[in-house]
Structure formats: C-alpha cells, structure tokens
C-alpha cells in the first residue's frame, strides 16, 4: 500500500522561513520524481515544482511565482523529500501537498499526501 | 502557457446526470486526467488518458475529448459526488503539469 505522508507547515511572517517535509512508502522512492502543488483558501490547485531522481539528474524545476525562493532536496535513504520555502509572501498562504509526479510527464499524478498548510501572516 | 479554463460551479439533482467541461485550445489533442477532490482531502484521480477509469472509481464516471473541450461526465448523481472537479494536461512546452481551475459539483 502506497502511504504519503506530511510533516511540517504552520504559522510564519511575511520573510521568514519554512520546510515541508514529506515520507513516501509502497513504491521505489529512489527512481520516484517527487513534486508540490499548493491550493490558497478557496482557489484551485497549483503546480510549485518537482525533484527528478538521482537516476534521472536529481534536478530541480520550479513554477515561475516560487523560483528562487523555493529549493526542494530529497533524502533517498529516508524516502524522504523536503521542500524548503524561504522569503515567505502573503500569497504564499496555501495547503501544500506532496505527490509523487509521473516519470513520463504524460501519466496523472496518482499518489498524494494529506497536505501541510502554511499561513504566511503578520 | 497552457491554459485550461472551467466552469466554476455546476449544479444537478441527484440520478441526473453532471456534465464538467474543461476548455483549452485543441484539447482533443492532449490527454485529460480529471480529479476529484473534498473538502480539505487530498485530490483522486477519477479519470485518466480522456476516458479511463481507474480501478475503484464508479463506473458511473466517464470522459470524453475532442477538439476545444474535454468533458468529465458524472451519471446517476449521488450526494457522495459532491465536490470539486479539476482537469490537468502535460505542456509540451515546459513539461510541467497544468491544471484547470476547478468546477464544484453541487447535489441538489
């Protein structure tokens, strides 16, 4: 069984700093492209950025509202990936959800977390 | 960029049946994946490649693609479909996922 699980989110002001932590299990991490898609209150879902496997490059893309502000690295040995937010705006106020990205860029996104919510406010 | 466009709410009584459009240019030519997502819940893939179900989604949920607009087609509405419905595509510029604005699905 394919668990995804979250770990982190909370209450921050306006540039400062946060990370996200995400444990997957039930499939082979190691080869696994891992992503982020956030959803602001009452707004639809959002593409933030993905980690290829070290197999594939291990490197990073990001969604033009994030880049620079926003790393993501991943810990294979924990099947763990991490998504560190830095110089946090208001509208970075959302529910984060940590999701495995299809390899083939043509497949849907079929494993999800529970979501982290991080509130970005004075 | 690519941009998908959708309804923002749709409304059916239930045993009728919802129709959720989602719009892009030449849409038929790319493959739609729809998901379903409740209140504060993770989104479920409910159809993909246009018109495949996954296992465990109701076979009262279909899909259908051509041209300018794809369609996630809900029959025999239960109050248990009450949701939000959005649709995503590949770019094929970027290679980045896009993904529609959602549709709520109301059960009268």
């Known amino acids: 069984e394919v668990q995804v699980v979250q770990s982190g989110g909370g209450s921050v002001k306006p540039g400062g700093s946060l990370r996200l932590s995400c444990t997957a299990s039930?499939?082979?991490?190691?080869?696994?492209?891992m992503a982020w898609v956030r959803q602001a209150p009452g707004k639809g879902l959002e593409w933030v950025g993905r980690?290829?496997?070290?197999?594939?490059?291990?490197?990073?893309e990001f969604a033009a509202p994030v880049q620079g502000r926003f790393t993501v690295s991943r810990d294979d040995s924990k099947n763990t990936v991490y998504l560190q937010m830095n110089s946090l705006k208001a509208e970075d106020t959302a529910l984060y959800f940590c999701?495995?990205?299809?390899?083939?860029?043509?497949?849907?996104?079929?494993?999800w977390g529970q979501g982290a919510l991080v509130t970005v406010a004075s | 960029s690519y941009v998908l466009t959708q309804s923002p709410s749709v409304s059916v009584a239930p045993e009728n049946t919802a129709r959720i459009t989602c719009g892009g240019n030449?849409?038929?030519?790319?493959?739609v994946h729809w998901y379903q997502q409740k209140s504060g819940q993770a989104p479920v893939v409910v159809i993909s490649?246009?018109?495949d179900r996954p296992s465990g989604i109701p076979e009262r949920f279909s899909g259908s693609n051509s041209g300018n607009t794809a369609t996630l087609t809900i029959s025999r509405v239960e109050a248990g479909d009450e949701a939000d419905y959005y649709c995503?595509?590949?770019?094929?510029?970027?290679?980045?996922?896009?993904f529609g604005g959602g549709t709520k699905l109301t059960v009268l």
């Open positions: 999701t495995r990205e299809p390899r083939d860029v043509s497949s849907p996104f079929e494993f």
């Open positions: 039930g499939f082979t991490f190691s080869i696994a492209w």
């Open positions: 980690i290829k496997s070290a197999i594939d490059g291990g490197t990073t």
């Open positions: 030449n849409i038929g030519s790319e493959s």
């Open positions: 490649y246009d018109n």
């Open positions: 995503q595509v590949w770019d094929r510029s970027s290679h980045h996922p896009v």
